[in-house]
């Protein structure tokens, strides 16, 4: 169930791409409806931002069989409703570990302006499924009546742009106070019009949902902005639908935290972390 009255066909139209190698990656985007805040119409959502930068990470040639493990998104100030460019470069090579980098810029009055940058630890993989443990239980499939209220369990306020083009199973109410919340989320389009296999980057564009999910302040009197998005990830996600269970940390000092277990279908596959900003409405 979307507010969206079509599916998006992605969040970014490619518009523009230099050339790869080892130089690195530069491509240009223009933000579709999928990307909007629900904070305002004149901006851009975190987690469209994050994926797009996660995927010129990902697009970086590398030395052998890989995945990013961890990625840390840094947002630097509004990214408006208007084309981004970004570049990723490897910022420290090597065959079993490497760091990368990646840099949002738009165009204004005084030219380019950086607003968002993002890293990421690379590491080179191996069959490991005979030592397979995971500290965190699975949560049971959305079920036929969570997907049916769908979107419903959202805030009315938050139904539109990036958070009101994905499916959702809102399982316990979001700004609850008494543990954590749980919802599947899907984006059953791409990130890029035309991409396959992009499930990484799905994930990273939900997962900055988790300070919504896991929020205990009521939007109408509260908002609550995450300054970046640090995602572990422990095994590769797969699948259109991901999980999250979610509780916001608030502190005294208009400052909080909030912490998420990320899921696919199958089983967890690792930990979402977003420093907040708190203000009163």
């Known amino acids: 169930m979307r507010t969206e009255p079509s599916p998006p066909t992605g969040c970014y139209r490619l518009v523009d791409r230099g050339p790869d190698g080892q130089d690195g990656v530069r491509e240009a ?11 305002s119409d004149d901006l851009q959502h975190g987690g469209p931002v994050g994926a797009v930068l996660t995927r010129a990470m990902r697009l970086l040639p590398q030395a052998a069989p890989g995945r990013i493990a961890r990625t840390t998104v840094e947002i630097l100030g509004p990214v408006a409703m208007a084309p981004i460019e970004v570049t990723a470069s490897v910022a420290r090579p090597g065959r079993k570990i490497a760091l990368l980098s990646a840099v949002a810029s738009q165009r204004g009055p005084s030219g380019l302006r950086p607003v968002a940058q993002a890293s990421a630890w690379w590491l080179r993989t191996q ?14 499939d959305p079920t036929p009546a969570e997907l049916d209220r769908g979107e419903l369990g959202v805030p009315a306020s938050w139904r539109r742009g990036f958070v009101g083009s994905l499916e959702w199973a809102v399982r316990t ?22 991409d396959t296999g992009d499930e990484l980057e799905r994930t990273i564009a ?16 509260w908002v609550f902005m995450n300054t970046e998005l640090t995602i572990h990830l422990a095994d590769a996600p ?21 912490q998420a277990v990320l899921h696919d279908l199958t089983r967890p596959v690792g930990r979402v972390a977003q420093t907040l900003l708190l203000e009163r409405r």
């Open 238 to 258: 797969t699948g259109a639908w991901t999980g999250l269970v979610a509780e916001s940390w608030i502190g005294q000092d208009g400052v909080g935290l909030s």
């Open 29 to 39: 985007f223009e933000p579709t409806s999928a990307a909007g805040s629900p904070w």
């Open 173 to 194: 109410g979001i700004g609850r106070i008494d543990g954590p919340a749980m919802a599947w989320a899907s984006m059953p389009y791409p990130l890029v019009e035309g």
């Open 127 to 140: 069959d490991s499924s005979d030592v397979v443990h995971t500290p965190d239980a699975q949560p049971p």
């Open 206 to 221: 939900i997962a900055d949902a988790a300070s919504g999910v896991g929020s205990r302040l009521d939007p109408a009197d």
